[in-house]
């Protein structure tokens, strides 16, 4: 069972891994991306389907029990590493890249024919999800974390496939309750807005909480 | 760049070519959960990439210019496989399996260790992904298509990471509106609740939609 903890991580061993994660989750995203367009015979897909069978055995050979979890440290920050959105060593995340000025939250990503949902559009959940992360990280960077309350999501107009940028902010604190808002970008101009209430459960307003801050800052 | 189109195709040949999409697709999912939750070391990661680049320079000698796309004919009914919750071809998809009684949209995934947001929880944002596209097919399945316009999410409890289920139906259509609700529930119960508004584009009410009619029915 994965979780939140505290880990021990030099900044030479985070220097040492992230490139390592970084190139095996890039390599399997163009994986995904040729699986999805591929139009080559049963054949090539047999041949093809050998190697991803070696691959999976090989890191298969020693894996954590369940998923990643979140961890945080002194060196690291926040280490969310198999976050479906923003982790670096997940494939399934565009991923979702990150800055935030103290006031804004700005996010990029690259959202190719594997995030279709009306055709040539992106699929409007996957839209939900970058949404759903950036808001989040914009009320944890302006120190107030929680997980997703409510979600709501306005769709302005179809966001082509390719990339999107994502601008999130903390709009309001009401005790545990983060209220952010945030839109999608692409060339289009703005294609969808959203708000999101966001809570800080129960079990996190102790240790962890006391952890995320010294790792996260208070904003 | 892709697009809605009316296919072609047989019965026989829909039957030869599912089960070889199926199972690459399946294949390189594994590979995604393997990605995540590997602890090998950098030399068998390097290893590891050049089975996997082996793979996508087989899948990558013929492929499609840009996405999938959405494509209608008789014999498949509609035949997004491209599609990032339920495409059959689409490894970020968990997928969600999806049918209706007439009434009800029932969905069923497992969202592994790639799916993850908060520790050892499925991402609020892939939750409202498998909500948007369940109302959004429920609607569709009630002969009301449309694409999402607004989608509002409350996040009752944490959704354990495992096996998933989710409920929607249409509620009621007012124009070119259709409305639907649904919730996701695992072993905890109802863990969120959603509503939808869905809305047929302009340019889909003329000749798309006749086809869109004639591949999933009036409902």
Known sequence: MSSYSVEEITAEELARITPVAEGLAGQVRALVDATVRTEVDADAVAEAREHIAAATEILRRRQLDGAFGV????????RNWGNAVCGVRNPIAPPLEMSYDGEKLTGTAHMGAAYEGPAGLVHGGMIAAMLDQ??????????????????????????????????????????V??????????????????????????????EVREAMIRAVGEG
């Open 177 to 206: 309750k983060s209220f952010a808002k945030g839109t999608v970008s692409t060339a289009d101009g703005v294609t969808v807005e959203a708000e999101g209430v966001f809570i800080l459960p129960r079990w996190a307003r102790g």
């Open 71 to 78: 961890r945080f440290s002194e060196a690291a920050g926040k």
């Open 134 to 175: 950036a808001l989040g990280s914009a009320a944890e960077s302006a120190g107030a974390p929680g997980m997703t309350g409510t979600l709501t999501i306005r769709y302005r107009q179809g966001t082509r496939l390719g990339p999107i940028t994502v601008s999130a902010w903390l709009d309001r604190v009401e005790g």
